[in-house]
């Protein structure tokens, strides 16, 4: 059975960072790519990143003008999203999902707030 | 940035009715859209991925066509559980973009 068991998130103050993750198991992690996905409250979805099987393509959403970093360690089967200089509205549930997007993980909520 | 339109923003039917939901790209997609539905405090659920293939147990009853820019998802009966948000999204074209939703909610 597929499983995207997320963990990392939480409350931080403005400014400060995170790191998000994602582990993966029931499929042959290092052959697939992986994305996240964000959706603030009362909010519709977006797109954050994407990750190549391979970890040596990676996308981002313009909006995040630099401020995440994407990575996996597939000897863990784990993907991760760091999270920097984070603002208020940056404030979401994040969600990691497989590259086929028929999976994804339960969502682990970001609040950024002094 | 491909942006995604969906209509209605809402639509209220009666369990047993036919939705008929739209979403339109304002540049061609081809045919790399795809169709999710969300439930409340749920992460979203793939039904329809390329236009118009049925993801792995979704039902019949769900179906997707279009191409291009001009797209359909269809719930040809409605039951009680399909009540929900529906989202399309455009992989064509980096970033990838999802569409504002469609709310179908009970008349």
């Known amino acids: 059975e597929v499983q995207l068991l997320q963990s990392g998130g939480g409350l931080v103050q403005p400014g400060g960072s995170l790191r998000l993750s994602c582990a993966a198991s029931g499929f042959a992690f290092s052959n697939y790519a992986m994305n996240w996905v964000r959706q603030a409250p009362g909010k519709g979805l977006e797109w954050v990143s994407h990750i190549s099987s391979s970890d040596d393509n990676t996308h981002y959403a313009d909006s995040l003008k630099g401020r995440f970093t994407i990575s996996r360690d597939n000897s863990k089967n784990t993907l991760y999203l760091q999270l920097n200089s984070l603002r208020a509205d940056d404030t979401a549930v994040y969600y990691c999902a497989k590259s086929d997007w028929q999976y994804w993980g339960q969502g682990t909520l970001v609040t950024v707030s002094s | 940035e491909i942006v995604l339109t969906q209509s209605p923003a809402t639509l209220s039917l009666s369990p047993g009715e036919r939705a008929t939901l739209s979403c339109r790209a304002s540049?061609?997609?081809?045919?790399?859209l795809a169709w999710y539905q969300q439930k409340p405090g749920q992460a979203p659920r793939l039904l329809i991925y390329d236009a118009s293939t049925r993801a792995t147990g979704i039902p019949a009853r769900f179906s997707g066509s279009g191409s291009g820019t001009d797209f359909t998802l269809t719930i040809s009966s409605l039951e009680t559980e399909d009540f929900a948000l529906y989202y399309c999204?455009?992989?064509?074209?980096?970033?990838?973009?999802f569409g504002p939703g469609t709310k179908v909610d009970i008349k």
């Open positions: 999204q455009q992989r064509s074209n980096w970033p990838i973009t």
């Open positions: 540049q061609s997609v081809s045919h790399y």
